[in-house]
């Protein structure tokens, strides 16, 4: 009977890497394919792996961009039926704070680093959060994730003036 227990114990952490569950935490991973809103070309991949410390690292590779800043937020609805993704509702504010920049005095949980396209509109991101959840009651998983046509000012409310919305994607688990 023992000489069973090892190769069941390797078959079964292998089985937790193939589902995107980090054998660390025990929590699976969340990705997003973002596709464009009507009369735009924008398309990329979002990664969300949670980390040890309640963080989550947001891996983003985006194309089809102007060159230069875009907004970047997680929205309250996961929902991308509207043509513009005005069905995907506003930013994800489970803490009815101010909009405002990642790491400052007050910020919404879906508020993100800006995007920032290079002269071929190719954007990537890797940034760590503390300020979003991928389980328990403030779960980004099954909420929208928007780019915008614009630049994030993080000053207007509610959501910092960033435009259009270019590309949306709905948050899966893995």
Known sequence: MKKFFFPAALFTLAGLFSTGVSAEDGLASASASLL????????????????PNSRVRVIAKVDG?????????????????????????????????????VGAAAYHAGDLPSLEADANGKATLNVELDSITLTGEHSIVGRGLIVHADPDDYVSQPTGNAGARVACAVIQQK
């Open 65 to 101: 961009l102007t060159p230069g800043s875009h907004g970047f937020h997680i929205h309250d609805k996961g929902d991308c039926s509207a043509p513009d993704a005005s069905s995907a509702g506003g930013h994800f504010n489970p803490h009815q704070t101010a909009h405002g920049k």
């Open 36 to 51: 464009p809103t009507a009369g735009n070309a924008v398309q990329g991949n979002v990664l969300f792996e949670p980390l």
